[in-house]
């Protein structure tokens, strides 16, 4: 019996371990996660000291925040799952 962390060769070609797709997934999510929160973090800090400097209420501060730290997040989970499909399809075509 074949591990499941391998890339199998089958007739029609290569496939993916339940393995491999597990660690694709996990790392996806940390880094997406980690990486996400930092961007956002930046991103939400920085809206809110421009807004707080304009004098502007906490209200509207904290939802200018989490708008621009939700939307500085969005390319971390992007490039992080870019790199992980193509991480896989690579194995997949057996070019790693």
Request: glycine letters at 16%; hydrophobic letters at 55%; zero cysteines.
């Amino acid at each position: 019996m074949t591990p499941q962390n391998e890339v199998l060769l089958t007739n029609s070609g290569y496939s993916i371990g339940e393995g491999q797709i597990a660690l694709a997934w996990f790392l996806f999510v940390v880094v997406a996660t980690i990486g996400g929160a930092v961007a956002g973090a930046f991103a939400g800090a920085f809206i809110g000291g421009v807004l707080g400097g304009l004098g502007q209420p906490t209200q509207a501060m904290r939802i200018a925040s989490a708008l621009a730290g939700f939307f500085a997040g969005l390319p971390v989970s992007w490039l992080t799952f870019r790199w992980q499909v193509r991480r896989l399809l690579a194995r997949a075509s057996g070019t790693s």
